[in-house]
């Protein structure tokens, strides 16, 4: 029997334009303001968009792929497996559900399998990776969205953020939690909960101790030496440093440290890290 190829796509909250070995595709969140749209696509110049935002002073919002959007990244796969921002802060994983049904609709012999990730960024390149892993060792389409769902449930989002402005002006959190970052140089860390919320773990002064309180919360998380991918917001100082930590209390360890696209640059903000991580 003929191997049926399966295309990964995700939204561009996992900061992810290609996989090496699969079938990729991308659909792109936006960011807003009154005079410019951001696609957050392969050809943002990140960096551009991050400096005219901090010099802008008008309101700032963002919004998810379409159904259209989605249906278009699906393409003409005969399986497709999709992974999306969490359902609990984005419209995005309702729009793939939709386009699931209408595309499987249009063509009875196509499948699509949608996971929220309950989570952003690095988390989201864990699991694509898991995927794309199987993908390539020949295991069939059931048995991937299988393993996909169990190993979702094994890995953790952490973060580490100096500014929470874009998400409390965007309704992500509560104006109280974000007064947990931007404070004399506190630095709110934090975890995807587990229905997919923005859950404040710690305030922290200074960029040291936020680090290590990463680390003590991996930690009390149950991690023991798995993967971890870091992505950062014009700080990959501090990638670095955290990097040096998890290694001084664990050995050599797989972790992969990349700067943030656009959507998560923006709720993320400059200084901001994001650390996915396999909880053990
Ligand atoms: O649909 C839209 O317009 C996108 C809205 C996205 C809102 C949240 C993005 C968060 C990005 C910030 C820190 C980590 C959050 C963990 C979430 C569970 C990254």
Redesign the pocket.
Known sequence: MLMQSIKLVADS?ADTLSLEGVDFACAS?KILTDNKEYVDDATLDVAAMAQELSAYKGKS????PGVGDWLTAFGEAERVICVT??S?????YNAACIAKQDYEEQNPERRVFVLDS????PELRLLLEKAQACIRSGMEYDAVCETLTAYAKKTA?L?V?ESMKN?AN?G?VSPLVAKAAGLLGIRAV????NV???ELLNKCRGREKALQTIADNMQALGYSSGRVRISHCGNEAAARLLRSMLIARYGQLDVEIYPARG??S???EQG?L?VGFEKG
């Open positions: 909250s969140l919002s963002t919004a998810c921002i969490t609990n802060l984005s419209g995005s309950l989570s952003a960024g989002l973060f953020l998400l965007n992500r934090g975890k995807a909960s997919g919320t923005l959507l998560c923006f709720y993320a901001g994001l």
